[in-house]
C-alpha cells in the first residue's frame, strides 16, 4: 500500500507529457510537504519509490503489486469530488526463480510481465482480447504492449523507460503493468459455462513465411483466424528468425496452427482449403 498523496514532480519523473490531462491534480490545502501535496493521478511513482527502496536495501529480485484510487478531478479549479478510478499496477525486476542449485540464473523480461496479465485475465474470465503495440509515457518505446477488447484498453504492459530508471535511481531492467478494474470488470463473465472435452483427435500443420520486419505476429494471427473458420483452435508463435538465410528487413514467422472439430474427425480435404486461405 502506498501514499495517495504525491508530490507534482512525479509527473517529471514518469516523462509524462506536459499538455497531459493528468497533471491536473487535487491540490491538498493543509500538506505535510510539497512532497505530499497533491493526490495522485497515476499509479505508477508508488510502485517504483517502492521498487527504489527495496533496490537501496539490497533487496534485489522484486515483485510489488497495489490495487489502489487515482483521483481524477472533473474540472479546475476544483468545485466538486473528483472522479475515484480504481487502478491496479505491478512491477517485477530481478531472477525469474529463486536461488538454488537446481534452478537457472535467468531473469524476468517483458513476458513474465505480459504472462502475469494473461493469467490474471484468464481467472477473471475476461477472453477474446487483442494484444498489439503500443506506448505509454513512462515505458520503453518498442516494448510495450496493450491488451485491447474492441476499442477499451484493459491493460498497458512493459519495460520501464530508460530515463524513468535514472529518475527512481534504479539501474537493472524493471517491467511494469497497469490495468483500470472497471474495465477489467466490465468484461468478466458474469456466468460460467462449461462443454464436453473433445471426442475427437486434433491435426496440426506447421506454417512459416517471410515477412516485414514491422509486421506484428498478433496481425498476422488475426487474419489467420479470421480465415480458416471455427475449426482453427489454437495457433502458437514457435520460431522467429532474422539472419544470413533472411534478406534484409525481413523476418521468418513460423507458427503451429491447430484444427479440431467436436463432431468429427477432420480429414486433409477439409483442412487444406483452411490453409490455403491463410
Do not use: C
Request: proline share 5%; hydrophobic share 40%; net charge neutral.
Amino acid at each position: 500500500m502506498t501514499y495517495s498523496f504525491e508530490s507534482p514532480k512525479v509527473y517529471d519523473k514518469l516523462l509524462l507529457p506536459q499538455d497531459s490531462p493528468l497533471r491536473k491534480a487535487v491540490v491538498i490545502s493543509n500538506p505535510l510537504g510539497e512532497d505530499f501535496s497533491i493526490m495522485r493521478t497515476v499509479s505508477l511513482n508508488g510502485m517504483l519509490t517502492s521498487l527504489s527502496t527495496n533496490f537501496n536495501r539490497r533487496n534485489k529480485n522484486v515483485r510489488l503489486y497495489e490495487l489502489g484510487n487515482i483521483y481524477l478531478p472533473k474540472s479546475m479549479p476544483v468545485t466538486e469530488l473528483p472522479d475515484e478510478v480504481v487502478k491496479i499496477a505491478g512491477t517485477i525486476t530481478g531472477r525469474r526463480n529463486a536461488q538454488g542449485w537446481n534452478q537457472t540464473n535467468d531473469m524476468v523480461d517483458f513476458y513474465d510481465a505480459k504472462g502475469i496479465i494473461e493469467e490474471l485475465l484468464a481467472n477473471l474470465r475476461v477472453t477474446r482480447y487483442t494484444v498489439e503495440a503500443g506506448t505509454h509515457y513512462a515505458m520503453h518505446p518498442g516494448k510495450t504492449a496493450l491488451f485491447k477488447k474492441g476499442r477499451d484498453v484493459i491493460a498497458t504492459v512493459g519495460e520501464v523507460h530508460p530515463a524513468v530508471l535514472s529518475a527512481y535511481g534504479i539501474t537493472k531492467p524493471v517491467y511494469i503493468f497497469e490495468l483500470d478494474a472497471t474495465t477489467v470488470m466490465k468484461y468478466m463473465a458474469k456466468d460460467l459455462k462449461y462443454k464436453a472435452l473433445p471426442k475427437y483427435p486434433a491435426t496440426s500443420r506447421d506454417l512459416a513465411m517471410l515477412v516485414d520486419v514491422d509486421v506484428n505476429a498478433a496481425d498476422i494471427e488475426k487474419a489467420m483466424t479470421k480465415a480458416a473458420g471455427q475449426n482453427l483452435t489454437q495457433i502458437t508463435l514457435f520460431d522467429v528468425y532474422t539472419g544470413k538465410q533472411v534478406e534484409e528487413g525481413k523476418k521468418s514467422l513460423a507458427f503451429s496452427l491447430t484444427f479440431q472439430s467436436n463432431d468429427k474427425t477432420l480429414t486433409d480435404a477439409e483442412i487444406d482449403p483452411a490453409i490455403e486461405k491463410i
